[in-house]
């Protein structure tokens, strides 16, 4: 069953090139297209594609908006959502990451790139690139009061998952195995909640366990 995905962008030309690179993969088709924040939500909704590409900024209905209509923390059958856009540190963006987006994609990030991204969203992983990850949350997150419900090696993961690292990375900075890591990350959803590592992120720099000047702690 090949994943089904939506393209919600105001300008053709992106949705035609969206369009050629995904229906030219053999595990992903382009089931619908959008013109605007109004028809993406209504095609999501009837359609309920795997993954919805996302526009940020599209006429009647913004991407934010749209985003949090179909995956925002109200949903009760929330969608996948990836949000696309030129700039790679832009407030909409994260606005619509905490809107409920999966993450976002640059819109020049390559053929390669597009179709991973989407299999990562639609295998519920978070879909933004870690260094990307780290300039938007110093660039935009204030700090919370932490109330801490995770034990001292989760801690670990989500200060090295705010750093950016990766799943890999992880294992190596803390000594421990891949499966390890990523029961830690399938318990820190659950705890806090949140949906995927992006969320983590933004979970551990809004309540002040990582910033700009807190280095990573390493065994």
Do not use: C
């Amino acid at each position: 069953m090949p994943i089904r995905v939506l393209v919600a962008d105001d300008q053709s030309l992106v949705r035609t090139a969206f369009r050629l690179i995904l229906d030219a993969e053999p595990d992903i088709e382009v089931i619908s297209e959008a013109a605007d924040g109004e028809a993406a939500v209504r095609l999501a909704r009837s359609l309920r594609p795997d993954v919805t590409l996302m526009d940020v900024r599209m006429p009647k209905l913004d991407g934010v908006r749209a985003t949090e209509l179909l995956a925002g923390p109200h949903v009760a059958d929330p969608l996948k959502v990836v949000v696309v856009t030129t700039y790679d540190v832009d407030e909409n963006v994260y606005a619509a990451l905490l809107a409920g987006a999966s993450g976002f994609l640059l819109k020049d990030a390559g053929a390669r790139w597009l179709a991973d991204a989407v299999r990562a969203a639609a295998d519920g992983k978070a879909v933004i690139s870690p260094a990307v990850t780290v300039r938007l949350l110093r660039h935009f997150t204030r700090t919370e009061p932490a109330d801490l419900p995770v034990t001292a090696r989760e801690r670990d993961v989500v200060l090295a998952v705010a750093h950016g690292r990766t799943n890999a990375e992880i294992a190596g900075d803390l000594r421990i195995s891949l499966s390890t890591v990523k029961s830690h990350l399938a318990s820190l959803q659950s705890k806090l909640p949140a949906r995927n590592r992006t969320e983590i992120a933004i979970w551990a720099w809004r309540h002040g366990l990582v910033g700009p000047d807190i280095p990573l702690r390493r065994p």
